[in-house]
């Protein structure tokens, strides 16, 4: 079988670079001895696109400058004919030649911010090639907790009480938004909108705490969100794989931390060996809970996945009243970490198989889209509508 050219693209500018390092080089790892020719693109702490063999081997990321001196700048090109390519850029030498890959598909494993929030989803679109996980629209949604929680109690999916704000609000209008938060009684959760990996989130259990925690998470968001807590809490997750109209649920899990909401350290420095992202942090697989919750956990997952327009593989995470069993969506992870393989490997569907349906819904999506009409023929920029135009100029 020929080799494909498969681009996995990883990095990024975001707090959760190096876990979105660690999510990469485990779907390499895990696509070893596929038909894929695994072609890294790796964007720096500061938007550089480096290609190269040393991006391959996690133990070179431990002196980054080194690394990047080593790799080659990138970016993607289209030709004549419209094919695109990924295509090493400034080549130095006398008799080097930079090397140009047609791409096949690309894998998307960001976490965070212009990766994961659709940007470069969006370079993808306008490329035209084929890449793994959400859209523009979904991956956008995901990222902003605020306006993902719209959508899902929009379409009936229980979601906690909570006030979101802006930086200048917090300046002009703190002592309002601070009589709302406590209107849902203490402790209350702070959260950024647009970040994952629980950087910047904080329990507060007064006032003090609570305007400490907003002035944090102010250092990694300018928009936040307040939440009521679920007392006593469970946090249950659940992946979801497919397309918005054809998708199934995972088994659930239930992470476990020092404290019922986890922190960063819990996700990806517990447990034994942390180079395993998400696989290392300590949880419950399956989530040791009645059949007849997790059964509903699995049916909202699935339809929060739908209503907001994901596709590829999310994970869906959501808190539990440990009391009444009362659920309420939490957030979506558009590219989780470890791509959630976890979770599959006991819904008999292991890493490499996990790797190559994502793939193989990206294609197909792909598909789907240049089969319908993408351009629409028109005279509008003929002589005698030029001249229509022109005599607009003037007028308001």
Known sequence: MSQK???VAFGGVSPEHEVSVLTAIQAISALENSSY??????????????????????S????LPKLESQAQDC???????????????????????????PVYAVLCAFHGSEGENGAFQGVCEMMNIPYTGSGVLGSS??????????????NGIPVTKAVNFYE??????????????????????????SLGSSIGVAIANNREELNEAVETAFRYDAHLLIEEAVNP????????????????ASVCERPLGKAETLSFEDKYQSGEGAEKGMASADREIPADIPEALTRKIQELSVKTFSALGASGLARLDFLVNANTEDVYFNEINTIPGSFSFY?????????????EELIRIALKKHQEKNGRVRSYDTNLLSEKAMKGIKGLKGTK
């Open 141 to 154: 949604l995901g990222m902003d907790k605020v306006k993902a929680k719209l959508v899902a109690a929009a």
């Open 343 to 355: 979770l599959w490997d006991r819904s008999d569907l292991n890493f490499t198989q996990l790797m």
């Open 75 to 101: 970016a993607f090109v289209k030709d004549e004919t419209g094919k695109t390519y990924l295509k090493e850029q400034n080549v130095s030498g006398l008799f080097s030649k930079p090397k140009s890959y």
């Open 233 to 248: 809490l469970m946090e249950i997750n659940c992946s979801v794989i497919g397309t918005p109209d054809n998708c199934k």
């Open 5 to 7: 050219n498969l681009i």
């Open 60 to 63: 070179n990321y431990k002196d």
């Open 37 to 58: 020719q695994i072609i890294p693109l790796y964007v720096t702490k500061n938007g550089r696109w480096l290609t190269g063999e040393s991006l391959l081997d996690l």
């Open 168 to 193: 200048s609000d917090w300046v002009n209008e703190q002592d309002d938004i601070i009589t709302v938060a406590e209107d849902f009684g203490y402790p209350l959760i702070v959260k950024p909108v």
